[in-house]
């Protein structure tokens, strides 16, 4: 059973192969969410000081029934904290905010804030500077790891070449129709994890033909596909929900893929167009509402065309 199995960090500490996203659960549900997961067998949670639901996810770890120490926890920096006295500050709100003496891991959530996210300037001093302060925090005691998302390779060597702790995961967009090899590759010869968020594509992939295709001859759903397509290649999916149902499913991925169907899978053209999520991440200073409702409205279309 996938919540069961772990991956080793580099640094020995065991993560679950298998996490729940918590991006766009609002802080008073997500404590629910949690336990839901929690007793389904979930063990590993992911959340982020963008998502404004830090708080919330402590109460719902604080409350779930199972101890602390069996559950692996993870937030993200802020991607705007890019000097070392800011992103101390936001380690320590982090672990205040959640009601927690330690988190299993914390990542910067992206090289570039969000509103420079895809401009021509990479921010390399700054994120050393904002990688200075997690291994600080992972020296003190209060990260059990750390490491980096969104980060292409040369963000990843610009770290890589001062650093005293290498990141020990780089979390990144990879799903059907969207699989970054190259970065996977050099991401994993530097003994990273990769992690995958929004394996299923924002739900772009749900309607794909080739991909349905797919999924039928092993008697799965899309989602169940996906999820069990980025297990095979190494990386940690991370979907996101509320849903105790798509929870439940999203764990039942006890098949293989064969050979065949896995490269057929890598061949699927490049989605290039994920409707109302192309604008995401907009994260930077307050939430833009407009294209937060728009996401939300497009995902609870295609989760009705799916049902």
Known sequence: MILSETYTLSNGVEIPKLGLGTWFIDNKSVGKAICDAV????????????YRNEQG?????????????EIFVTTKLAAEAK???????????????MGLDYLDMMIIHSPQPWTKFGKAE???????EAWRALEDAYRAGKLRAIGVSNFDETDLQNI???????????????????????????TQAQGILVEAYSPIGHGAILENPDIKAVAERYGVSVPQLAIRYDLQLGLLPIPKTANPDHMKSNAQVDF???????????????????????AMPVFGGELNLKTMMGFLLSSLRRKKSAS
Do not use: W
């Open 83 to 97: 000097t070392y006295k800011k992103a101390a500050a936001s380690i320590d709100r982090s672990l205040s905010r």
């Open 256 to 278: 293989i893929i064969s050979d065949d169907d896995m490269a057929l899978l890598q061949s699927v053209e490049k989605i290039t167009d994920y409707g109302d999520a192309n």
């Open 57 to 69: 996810v402590g109460v719902g770890i604080q409350q779930c029934g199972v101890n602390r120490d």
């Open 122 to 128: 990479r921010f390399f001093e700054g994120n050393r």
């Open 160 to 186: 890589l070449n001062g650093c005293s702790v290498k990141p020990m995961v780089n979390q990144i967009l990879a799903h059907i129709g969207n699989t970054p090899d190259d970065l996977i590759r050099y």
């Open 39 to 50: 007793d389904l067998g979930y063990r590993h949670i992911d959340t982020a000081q963008a």
